[in-house]
C-alpha cells in the first residue's frame, strides 16, 4: 500500500521560510516523478514543483522559480519543498504527489497523493 505522509507547513510572515517534507512508503521516489502541487483558497489545484526519477530533470512553476526548490533524499525516502521569500499568494494547502508520468504539471496524470498541509503566509 502507496502511503505519501507530508509534514512541515504552518504560519509564517511574508518573505519568511518553510519546508515541507513528504515521507513515502509501498514504493520508492527515486523511481518516480515526484511532484508538489497546491490549491489556494477557492481555486484550482496548480503545479508547483517536480523532480523526474533518479538523475532526471526538475521544472518549477514560474510563480515559484528561484524561490522554491524540490529535493529528494533517497536513503529516506522522502521529498522536500523548501520554500524561500514566501509571498500571501502562496498561502495554499500543499499536496506531495508521485506518479509516472511525463506530464509534469499536470495532476490527473499522479496517482497518489498526500494528505496535505496547509501554508499560510501573513502580510
Known amino acids: 500500500q502507496v502511503q505519501l505522509v507530508q509534514s512541515g507547513g504552518g504560519l509564517v510572515q511574508d518573505g519568511g521560510s518553510l519546508r515541507l517534507s513528504c515521507a513515502a512508503s509501498?514504493?520508492?521516489?527515486?523511481?518516480?516523478?515526484m511532484g508538489w502541487f497546491r490549491q489556494p483558497p477557492g481555486k484550482e489545484r496548480e503545479f508547483v514543483a517536480a523532480i523526474a526519477w533518479s538523475g532526471g530533470s526538475i521544472q518549477y512553476s514560474d510563480s515559484v522559480k528561484g524561490r522554491f526548490t524540490i529535493s529528494r533524499d533517497n536513503a529516506k525516502n522522502t521529498v522536500y519543498l523548501q520554500m524561500n521569500s514566501l509571498k500571501p499568494e502562496d498561502t495554499a494547502v500543499y499536496y506531495c504527489?508521485?506518479?509516472?508520468?511525463?506530464?509534469?504539471?499536470?495532476?490527473?496524470?499522479?496517482?497518489?497523493w498526500g494528505q496535505g498541509t496547509q501554508v499560510t503566509v501573513s502580510s
Open positions: 504527489t508521485a506518479g509516472r508520468t511525463y506530464n509534469y504539471q499536470y495532476a490527473a496524470s499522479y496517482g497518489y
Open positions: 509501498g514504493l520508492k521516489v527515486s523511481k518516480y516523478v
